[in-house]
């Protein structure tokens, strides 16, 4: 009797999305660096898609830059708002004076 493994989908990653970048994205100098107490993880959201496949636009939160990052790289650490302006509070009316 085989037993199959059922893994779960891997979450979507879109526009928007919040995600950690490993430190292998950006090349052996980083992951040096993480071996010797250095960041491991880099926090940034999804801004597009790339021209490749598998690849996304990053804007890391570090250093606000843009960076075209692969997407086995990537972990997803929030889903994009369904709508940030819903997020985002309104300003009180101000009282208008009656005559």
């Known amino acids: 009797e085989a037993v199959v493994s059922q893994e779960e989908p891997a ?4 526009v928007g999305a919040v ?3 490993a430190a292998v994205a950006f090349g052996e100098t980083y992951v040096k660096h ?3 107490g250095g960041p491991q993880l880099f926090r940034g959201t999804i ?7 598998d ?6 939160d570090a250093d606000g830059v843009v960076y075209e990052t692969e997407a086995q790289h990537l972990t997803l650490v929030s889903p ?3 709508r940030a302006a819903a997020a985002t509070p309104k300003k009180p009316k101000k ?3 009656i005559r």
């Open 34 to 36: 993480a071996r010797n």
């Open 80 to 82: 994009p708002k369904k």
């Open 95 to 97: 009282a208008r004076k």
């Open 11 to 14: 979450p979507l990653l879109r």
């Open 47 to 53: 801004v597009a898609a790339a021209v490749m496949d």
């Open 19 to 21: 995600v950690d970048a």
């Open 55 to 60: 690849h996304w636009n990053v804007k890391y």
